[in-house]
């Protein structure tokens, strides 16, 4: 599917035209006459992808006899053979008057072709038109830029969905178009050249999604993946969406630096750039047309630190660093001493803390090779797709917006450049499936953390940081944290409390730059909570045998009685439940819930007295009202009654939900942790979330005659995590062949 096919496609589809267009001149005695068949838009460029839109204007100098026949007589038989056709029919006067006010109809002019009909009129006429429509740009740009932003908004960006539009989001064709547009009409340096090949990658991309999935279509769905990357020879999907990624990512940096050139605009065409006197910054560098310049006169095989430098301070000042300075490092730039000086790791911590500013920066960079040159550690990570929900961003892109979060937490701990430095290389395991992404990541980190010239305890609590960046968000969101063992599994693994401050810190950046799938107000309050604990515990200071309960709660717990309470959180609905305890009450909550059309995000129960203690936060089915507190006392009542039948309730969700398309997911895991917790084994279980999963997997795990003491839930995206506490019916602890006969019990109840 390379350029040579989308232009013989073109020149098949122009000979067929070509005929149409003759039979339908000569039936009516037109011949010679002042109308013609014109290309627009990407048919224009002659370049038809096979479920291509054919774009065609009937162009005419006016006063043409028969000229309703003559469009009929070439039409309808396009029509009848289905061809998709965007047709016009306009005299030139009318052409250059839409062209005038219509922004759309502007930039298809751009590419205007003659296919058939007068030639020689239609070469003057393709003449004018496109010169009326480069002169109008300039004033169509503020809306062009406009109408983009707003694009990019609904759109998305190209490299970091997981089921792309290969044209409308940024980094997409779209934005090539108006690229190249801009281009054939500005008088700024637009570097046409980085584009060219990630164009020819999305446009034959797009080319077989046409083909596998037998539609016009530019939406790029999970279940069409595997099959576009078989047809275009990718290793695996993985692969094709790095390509993907990799194409999208150079044509928003083209289009980015195309944009801060119109802001230098002189006068009032947006499209003169305007250079201004260099400003002298430092030793070496300059700030030019607000862009940070490495000097001419500096060279730059003397100063191994002058790339990171020149970084660091176009980061500070929020200006990017030049085009040309990239270019010139990725020529010129000599390696850094091993370990680094100094001032290079000073400058990298500059770089990186920085926060927003230095996104620009380092894409810019990582366009010219200049990142994977000075971590090659880097290279692997380029663009590497992380197909699952809670990722919004590419391995690389994520570390980077880690990082960007942890600039704004500096203050909150004694050592910033450690957290700076682990936030930036806290994913450097991924992509190596045989390992663990976070040991592997440790055993890289080390090596580079000598490189950049930190101490060896430095480097031992660098090391410490990748190792553990996900120990707290898991341990808070799947443990119980009144249970002393769980204060043991941090404390055991991080030696004192500036490294857990650090670690928190690190946490915090890692799940905002995840995204709110990953990381809510609630799991940030879990984690600061245990957080507490631990540095209470380091203290000398015993953590607490059970949670703190309000004087009305525990008056509650005592009497015995059902106590409902619904109030709104971050977004969802939070409910206190207090409820007679008894065998298998957590599923018999879990079941009434769902049967309210309540989907379960979190939940935490915990026994008192002969009460079981419960808060939930749920969201409810959209258009529907939530349950009042009167309406789900009653559904409970009725449950603890035996008077409400939730199997059935459950089922026919279930079959519902079956019924809608889905991903393909991996099978349920379900594991036993007998360390884990004190007097109680946990039994904890991943997999794909679905309505009812709570109340399937706790009924399963009732039967098989065990007390479940306590539950964790957390739902993050598409994937549930089910923490629970489980004891033998009187209280004893399991035995390792008993707890892996229930979990073997769970795992086949829940494929």
Known sequence: MATRQRRDRSDSVDKELTDLFRVALESNNAVGKEIALIAVGGYGRAELSPGSDLDIVILHGGAIEGLAEIVNAFLYPL???????????????????????????????????????????????????????????????????EMTQERHQRQGELAYLLEPDLKEARGGLRDVTLIRAIAECAEISVPLDRVASAESSLLNIRDAL??????????????????????????????????????????????ELMWHQSDHQKGKNFLKFKKTKAKSLELGLSLESNEVVITDSFNIADDPVIGLRAAATAAQLGVPLSLGSCERLAREMVDL??????????????????????????????????????????????????????????????????????????????????????????????????????????ELMAPLAVRLGFADDEVNILTLLVKHHLLLSATATRRDLDDPATIS???????????????????????????????????????????????????????????????????????????????????????DIVIPDRTGVLALVAGVLSAARCNVRSARTRSYAQSAVMTWNVVVDEHLTPPSEADLKALLTDALNGKLDIPSRIAERIRNFRMLPGIPVPPPMVEVLNDAATGAT?????????????????????????????????????????SLYITELNGAALSSERAQSIAKELQEKLQ
């Open 489 to 575: 599994t941090v404390t055991s693994a991080i030696p004192d409390a500036q490294t857990l401050e650090l670690l928190h810190a690190l946490s915090i950046a890692d799940g905002e730059a995840t995204g709110k799938a990953a990381w809510s107000d609630w799991k940030a309050t879990l984690v600061s909570s245990l957080v507490h604990r631990c540095q209470a515990a380091m203290s000398g200071i015993l953590p607490a045998q059970q949670r703190d309960l309000s004087s009305e709660d525990i008056a509650r717990a005592e009497s015995g009685e059902l106590h409902v309470a619904l109030r709104t959180g971050d977004g969802d609905f939070i409910i």
């Open 682 to 722: 946990v039994v904890e279980v991943r997999m794909h979330d679905r309505p009812g999963l709570l109340y399937t997997i706790a009924s399963a795990v009732t039967a098989t005659k065990v007390e479940i003491k306590a539950a964790i839930v957390s739902t993050l995206g598409a994937e549930a995590l089910d």
């Open 79 to 145: 029509w009848d053979s289905g061809r998709a056709i965007d047709h016009s029919v306009r005299n030139l006067s009318e052409m250059k008057s839409v062209i005038s006010s219509d922004l759309k109809v502007a930039l298809g002019a751009l590419n205007a072709r003659y296919i058939a009909g007068n030639q020689s009129f239609a070469e003057r006429a393709v003449t004018d038109i496109s010169t009326q429509a480069k002169k109008r740009m300039p004033s169509f740009l503020p809306e062009l830029r």
């Open 337 to 442: 001493p091993t370990p680094w000086p100094k001032t290079a790791r000073a400058e990298l911590v500059r770089l990186i803390g920085a926060g927003a500013a230095m996104v620009r920066v380092w894409e810019a960079l990582e366009q010219e090779g200049v990142i994977s040159r000075i971590f090659p550690e880097w290279n692997h990570l380029r663009s590497l797709p992380q197909r699952n929900v809670l990722h919004r961003h590419t391995v690389d892109r994520h570390m980077v917006e880690t990082a960007v979060k942890a600039a704004a937490l500096t203050r909150s701990v004694h050592r910033p450049d450690l957290l700076l430095i682990a936030a930036l290389f806290h994913d450097l395991g991924k992509g190596f499936a045989e390992r663990d992404h976070s040991d592997y990541g440790a």
């Open 210 to 255: 046409h083909e596998v999935s037998g539609r016009n279509k530019d939406q790029l769905f999970f279940v069409e993946q595997d099959k576009v990357a078989d047809l275009l020879k990718f290793t695996n999907a993985d692969e094709l969406m790095a390509e993907v990624a990799r194409s999208a990512r150079t044509i928003d940096f083209v289009l």
